[in-house]
Structures are given as structure tokens and as C-alpha cells.
């Protein structure tokens, strides 16, 4: 017998297998974990390769030519994500994310959203589908992503200034271009368009007014995101969080804000309007204002490995069970047991130590899993 040779990227993180309980019992749409938080979220990395290296994410040092990205026969195939997508469907999920890397390197991604946007939740209506990209490609993409059934996009974009932009995507990626993608994705109806910037002390903290700003007035929706111990290979230090509290105080002090309702419960961002009907803003407060206690998300890695948190160390491999036969019954108990047990509050106890949590357990890579 040949032995069978495993890719050293399928061995980057711990896998604790997916189990299937002796007794299967039919979705009903209400599943819920340890401390009764739905399963309303589903996030789909469809590549963990992207052609940015942004330094709060895929530094170069350590994400180089030399780095081991998964094999595409390792990849889940789209009709394996679609299926998987439609077992979570029927356990609860209302609004699937596709990530990366940068999910728009996916070769005929498009095909994949149409075979997504064809399911339905157990009431019959659509899936809320969405997709988180840099934007290098989305002037590009965003008709025939539209056409194939995507709602919305949302676009991480971290400085208006140039200099600024191509410093943190360290690829010399200029920000007129993901600007335009955001015009494109606007005019084709991929929208409310939401800017996600990423807050890094000493980095680009001074770019939070320009860029509030810059988007005031207009249809898309800007969000900032404290810099968070994702993964670690980006040197996460809490002297480089700039806090949510000082980004609204920033931009008030100039543009006044007021504090606003949440669209739904769960919702990670904090909402602020413009004083004087000039849109809004909003703030994800993940390090300061932890809010593991309605968090409703799952993540599913590019290979297949299921995460019930964005700091988890460990996946549960589906993939393994999709690939040897089992049914849409046996794979639905797996994940009804999976989320069932799960008791995650990292973001919370990591208020109580800070520090010392951030560095004392590994954690997977937000390239891996999107964010």
C-alpha cells in the first residue's frame, strides 16, 4: 500500500473531526449554543490566497513566496460548499459571507454565488449573500457577481492616501483603483456598499476623519475596526488599538455624530448617524467592547474545517465527512452537535487579560478564515 501523502499546509492548524451523535434529529431552524446564541451566520472562505499583504493580516515576512498555500485539490469544490451551505441553512442561517484571502482570486466565483443564491431558509426566502473583498478586482467582477445573484459587497479599504494605502497592502496597490471599485459595485446595485477600515495606531489613525469625510454624504456605509490578536503572525500589541470611543470622538469633534439603533441583534458594528443627515458610520469595537454574547457566526475554512470563533486554535473538519459518503442527515448532526456544545467568549476574557491571552494560546489566521 502507497502511503498516502498529506500537503503541510493541510497540517497548519489542529482539527478535532466532526462528530456524529448516535441519535439524528431533523433541523427545525432554531439551533443554539451553551449560552442560547442562534446560528444565524454563515462565512465562507473560498481561497486563502489574496494579492494583497496587508500587515495587520498576511504580513510579507511571513506570508512570502516561499509560503505553502493550500493545493486547489485540497479546496472544498462549489457544489461541496453548497451543499454545506444548505445544511446550515436548515439549521438556523440567514446571511451567508464569502471571504478569503481575497475571494474574487477564486476562479468562477460567479458560479458558485448563482448556485447560492438559488437556496432558500426554511420560510422559503432568500439567503442575505455577500461578499468582503480588498476591491483590486471589483470594477471588474461586480456586473457579472450582480447578474449571478450577490445582494451587497463590502470592501476593506485602510487610507485614502495614497502613500498611506500601498504601506499597509505592502504591494504598491494604488487606492484610486479600489475606489473605483466601489463606484462600480454602486452604480451596479451591489449596495448599500459598506468600507470597512482597519485602525492601527501610529499607522493610519490619522486617516479617520479624511476618510469619514471622504464618505459622508454619499450611499456607502464606512465602519472602523479596531486592530485586532487575530491569527499570529501580525505582532499584535494593545498600545496599537486605537479604541472605538476615540474614532467617534475624532470624527464628532468635527462632523457631529449621534448614536443610532442596531439593524438586528447580533449586529457587530455600533451605529452613529450624522448629526445633520449626512449617513452614517459605524464602529466594531472588538477588543474594547467584547460582544461574544450575541455573536451568532460560524466560519468555514477554505479546505472544509468548521470554526465557532474567529480566535478558535482548532477547526471541525466536514470536509472529511462530505468525501466519504455520509449523508445530509449525518452531516447536519454533526454540526447541530458541534454548535450545540459551543460555549466560545474569548473577546470577553480577553478584556478580563488582555495580554496575557493574546499570546499564551495559538489562533488561527484571519487570512485562513476570513474575517
Known amino acids: 500500500m502507497v502511503a498516502k501523502v498529506i500537503p503541510v499546509a493541510e497540517q497548519r492548524y489542529p482539527d478535532n473531526g466532526a462528530h456524529i451523535p448516535a441519535v439524528l434529529e431533523a433541523p427545525t431552524g432554531l439551533l443554539a449554543d451553551t449560552r442560547g446564541r442562534a446560528l444565524r451566520d454563515l462565512r465562507i472562505s473560498v481561497t486563502d490566497r489574496c494579492n494583497f499583504r496587508c500587515v495587520y493580516c498576511m504580513p510579507k515576512e511571513v506570508f512570502d513566496k516561499d509560503y505553502a498555500f493550500l493545493p486547489h485539490s485540497s479546496l472544498l469544490s462549489f457544489e ?145 475596526i479596531e486592530y485586532m490578536d487575530v491569527g499570529a503572525s501580525n505582532g499584535w500589541k494593545m498600545d496599537e488599538v486605537v479604541p472605538s470611543a476615540e474614532v467617534v470622538r475624532r470624527i464628532s469633534a468635527e462632523m457631529p455624530l449621534v448614536e443610532a439603533e442596531p439593524n438586528y441583534s447580533g449586529e457587530t458594528a455600533a451605529r452613529w448617524r450624522y448629526a445633520d443627515g449626512g449617513g452614517e458610520v459605524g464602529v466594531i469595537a472588538s477588543v474594547t467592547q467584547a460582544f461574544c454574547s450575541d455573536c451568532t457566526r460560524a466560519r468555514l475554512s477554505t479546505e472544509g474545517r468548521i470554526y465557532t470563533c474567529l480566535f478558535a486554535s482548532a477547526g471541525h473538519d466536514l470536509r472529511a465527512l462530505l468525501r466519504t459518503g455520509r449523508s445530509d442527515a449525518e452531516i447536519e448532526g454533526a454540526v447541530a452537535h458541534l454548535w450545540s456544545r459551543r460555549g466560545d467568549r474569548y473577546s470577553e476574557l480577553r478584556t478580563i487579560n488582555t495580554e496575557g491571552l493574546s499570546t499564551s494560546r495559538p489562533k488561527v489566521e484571519m487570512s485562513y478564515i476570513g474575517g
Open 80 to 224: 461541496e460548499i453548497t451543499r454545506l451551505a444548505r445544511i446550515f441553512a436548515a439549521h438556523g442561517v440567514q446571511k451567508i459571507r464569502l471571504t478569503g484571502g481575497e475571494p474574487l482570486l477564486r476562479k468562477n466565483l460567479e458560479k458558485l454565488v448563482e448556485m447560492l443564491a438559488a437556496l432558500r431558509t426554511p420560510e422559503g426566502r432568500p439567503l442575505d449573500l455577500t461578499l468582503t473583498t480588498n476591491g483590486s478586482l471589483l470594477a471588474r467582477k461586480a456586473q457579472s457577481l450582480k447578474d449571478a445573484g450577490l445582494t451587497r459587497v463590502t470592501v476593506s479599504l485602510d487610507s485614502l492616501d495614497d502613500a498611506v494605502f500601498k504601506r499597509m497592502n505592502d504591494v504598491d496597490f494604488p487606492v484610486a483603483e479600489v475606489l473605483h471599485g466601489i463606484e462600480v459595485a454602486q452604480q451596479v446595485g451591489l449596495g448599500p456598499v459598506k468600507v470597512n477600515m482597519v485602525v492601527k495606531g501610529g499607522v493610519n489613525d490619522s486617516e479617520i476623519v479624511p476618510m469619514a469625510r471622504h464618505f459622508k454624504n454619499t450611499p456607502v456605509i464606512l465602519r472602523f
